[in-house]
């Protein structure tokens, strides 16, 4: 009510509220960002191309399941994500100036080459041909039964498309990669011509030893001048980072030492001291209720129990309790519980799925409908098992069924649902049956079967060493001082700070925003300190301290730097050059110090090396064990019998003279070394053409600035 009531009373105000929403009809929607801010629903261009938020949640969620499948590290999808994005964008450009459009009929002509789909036999017929009618009607199933899975689909369908215009246009642009018959000629002579030297090497590792060699940060500067294409970089930090663990101390070990012993003989207080782990009658409630893990009612073997007790359980009778003993940070008391022979079973099933359960997408069927069919299936398969490969079709595990719905064999260590192992466990060869799981419903054969190993049931009793609240505040109380003796310091003090007390200390010099995990650190609170540095009211020198949750950890960061987008600051990539400008630094004063020897007898004697000899080719430079091209190219450039001016090689500055020229023709006629050359191009050219389209592209990325003003990631 108080803003209309100072429209009314402001007339003037209305007037231009209408203006600027007549102004959005009328500008460029640039205009409009400049005025009122970034789209937060587009996070950046490629030549003009949006790439939206949609796009990118899609392209991130198809990288987690990925990594789900994978039992891999979600950390860093994010930047893979906008990669793959960039890529994929520059891709379809490509892919419609080429004059192809990604139709409804493109897409399923082209399906059956993307690897998703080429390698699974059960997408073929017998004749090789690929099921497009099917897989598109299962897909119409899910469209109507299982909107989420349709979902799903609908984003990996993006991905397949892009990985479509992908194939067509490297399919393309290698057709144009050919060799001519000049340079095929060119190159059999390089290869077959021989130059015999001598020469002297002044090694680079070897003078500096004698030779210190500072290098400047101008130097480094110089250099990246000389090379910009090499250093365009990406907006980054610089940040120190001193790591305080939470680590359990000694009164700490003990106090659970102390604990274990006491739930292993003396008895817990819930009991009034009467029940211990060694006279439970209920092991498993007992670990419930006492353990830091829980209890496994799986049988294993012996290589799969804490390594102290494993030579000692074959030979254990049933009751034989074992410890405490330490594992790793663990106090460990185990009990045999019982031991059988593990045997190997080789069993088929069909799997009757339903609406809702995890193999059930584009299934319509209810729960009660899909018992009802797996019971009259496994009443037929169980009166006549010669019927069960009828019945395959309807098996929503397309996988198996591929296979005859065969399993292979499995023993009770098997990664299957207890539910399936349990009946494979208590049901002989050749019995068939139908069994509940989260799946659905199995009509499960048993094939065959045979003893196995020896496996152990085994109740282990837990209890973590953890850092007591004491020392938790020990470690909040070292950390908070080293950020009291760092505050409003140089980052020479950080660091000489953190080395002097011995604290861990690292320093990611290029820190990317979206990078997900910071080098020498990868704690959970890595996208966190991301962000922090990222933060546009953050300054250089500023410093944070980090709690790491469930484990108490400490980290101290201090803001080293920051690189905008553009050239590479030096002292960031010192790391990276200051081998190579150190060299180059090297070679010129070894160049000076050579100017005009007389010959390689008195370089030798004036850098105390010696004399040695080669035989060398263009095409392949090896020299001495280095490839050195630049000198291959000087063997053949001088005079025979002159001697060579320095040459600035890889590895050191090389003197050399020609003592002959000679032609080792090699076996393989003009056309061969033309297809073999062609073929070497062909397979090295995709990757460097994506990426000089990359580097010449226009990329716009604004998601740096939009994360910053919405605060976090709004997915």
Known sequence: MAILGQIRSR???????????????????????????????????VNGEKITREEFNDQLFVLQQQADQQRQPKNGLEEQAWQLLVQSKLIKQQFEKMGFEMTEDYFWNQLQYDQMFAQQKQFFDEKGNFKTQELKKQIEDMKAGSPEGYNQWMKTRKSIEYRLMARQVFANISQGITTGKKEAETLMKQRDQLADIDFVKIDYATYLQKNNIKVTTEDLANYIKQHPVMFKAEESRNIGIVYFPSQPSASDDAATQKEINKLFSAGTDAS????????????????????????????????????????????AAIGQTFGPYKEQNFYVVSKLLDKKTSDSTLSRHILIAFKGSPAGEGVTRSKEQAKKLADSIGGIVKANPGKFTEFLKLSNDPNSAAQGGSLGWTTPETPFVPEFLTYLANNPKGATGVVETQFGYHIINIEDKKPGAMSYKVANLVKAVKPSDATEAEVNKKASRFVQQVQGKSFNDFVNIAKKANYQFSNPKQAKRFDGQLQGLGTEKD???????????????????????????????????????????????????????????????????????????????QFGTTKQSAQVNLLNPSVGGSMEPKVAGAAFGVVKGKISSPVEGGTGVYVLVKKSETVNKQPGDLKQFTESVTQRNSGMFGQAWLKSLQDNADIEDYRIEIWNKLGSQQQ
């Open 527 to 605: 996208p966190e300190i991301l962000a922090w540095a990222f933060d546009k009211k953050r300054e250089k020198g500023d410093t944070e301290l980090f709690t790491v949750d469930g484990t108490g950890d400490k980290i101290v960061v201090y803001l080293n730097g920051k690189q905008e987008k553009g050239t590479a600051d030096p002292e960031s990539v010192r790391d990276q050059i200051e081998v190579v400008v150190k060299n180059k630094l090297a070679a010129k004063q070894i160049s000076e110090k050579i100017g005009k020897a007389g010959s390689l007898d008195q370089i030798a004697k």
């Open 272 to 315: 009034g001291g009467t029940e211990n782990f060694q006279n439970t009658k209920n092991d498993s409630m007992f670990i419930m209720a006492n353990s830091d893990m829980p209890f496994n009612p799986q049988y294993v073997k012996p290589d799969q129990l804490p390594q102290t007790i494993q030579s000692q359980i074959p030979s």
């Open 11 to 45: 007339p003037w105000l209305l007037m231009g509220m209408i203006a600027l929403a007549l102004l959005a009809f009328l500008v460029n929607p640039e205009s409009i960002e400049k005025v009122f801010g970034r789209n937060p629903d587009v996070l950046g261009k």
